[in-house]
């Protein structure tokens, strides 16, 4: 029995009369790595906000460790590791004074030495002042402190915020080997999608023209289809529950389903589609993500 951390149920939630998303759900099972995807003003950080108690639902409800996301008790708060959109308060303290000062909340669960050996990469000395680091390295700081509280749960939003490729790429490797070997539950939302190939177990995509997605990473890139057609005898063709989107560039014109070839060929003849050549066409999560979503 699969055991989910986070379970939001029929969510719906306005901002006065704008409807920010509705009636969708989803679940958190403990030990995955979840990436919460979408373009902006979608709704991740209004669903981080719901699920950290700061926002309650217009509609619906999230249960974070079978609790109500806005009725949290502390002891379940503790178990939370919280990056909100990389920023780090306190940045007149030092790296080794804001490491001590944060230490003091998290009495039975702090390990410090988690966070000096990431933030041991950046070859700056501890007495360093923080306001005087670069973004890339002020967020390092953020990450190693979410790392030392020894949280059960982390909710990273828009993690990769003012870290280059370099500090990225360090980070996603801890990340999962932190996660692995401390059976430790993540979500995380994130604009950069490079490298998350190898670290995302599950995905759930949020977007105002589709229905929320929520998919293993592995099924979704084994079922999610790209076809490139040459001289397609038309330039739009109406979306539907087999043709997710639709592109068309000249003499191409590019189709995402998640249907084999022989169906999409089937369905092409069968609605008096003609072309001259057609294929597959191999994807990356963030060319998926564009092709579900569209490019605008």
Not at 54 to 64: A, H, K, M, N
């Amino acid at each position: 029995m699969i055991e989910n951390i986070i379970e939001c149920k029929n969510l719906t939630h306005y901002y006065g009369k704008r409807k920010i998303f509705e009636d969708f759900s989803f679940s958190i099972p403990k030990g995955k790595i979840v990436g919460l995807l979408g373009k902006n003003g979608v709704g991740k950080s209004t669903t981080i906000n719901i699920l950290m108690g700061f926002l309650e639902p217009t509609s619906g409800e999230c249960l974070v460790y079978n609790e109500n996301s806005h009725e949290l008790t502390p002891k379940t708060k503790q178990r939370i590791g919280l990056l909100h959109e990389g920023h780090v308060q306190y940045d007149f303290m030092t790296i080794e004074q804001i490491e001590k000062f944060y230490s003091k909340f998290y009495p039975n669960r702090w390990k410090k030495e988690l966070y000096y050996e990431l933030v041991s990469k950046l070859s700056v000395p501890k007495n360093q002042i923080i306001r005087k680091m670069s973004c890339g390295q002020r967020s390092q700081v953020v990450l190693g402190l979410i790392f030392a509280q020894d949280a059960d749960l982390l909710i990273l939003d828009d993690y990769s915020l003012g870290l280059d490729v370099g500090y990225r790429s360090l980070f996603l490797e801890y990340l999962k080997e932190y996660v692995i070997k401390n059976n430790k539950t993540v979500l995380m939302t994130t604009h950069i999608m490079q490298n998350l190939e190898n670290v995302l177990d599950d995905i759930i995509i949020l977007d105002r023209t589709q229905p929320l997605l929520q998919s293993s990473l592995k099924e979704f890139e084994s079922t999610f289809k790209k076809y490139k057609i040459k001289k397609l005898n038309a330039h739009k063709i109406d979306l539907n529950s087999i043709i997710v989107n639709f592109e068309s560039f000249n003499d191409y014109s590019y189709i995402y389903s998640f249907n084999d070839l022989v169906f999409i060929k089937e369905y092409m003849k069968n609605q008096n589609l003609l072309y001259e050549d057609i294929e597959e066409i191999s994807m990356n999560l963030e060319e998926s993500f564009m092709g579900y979503t569209g490019r605008y």
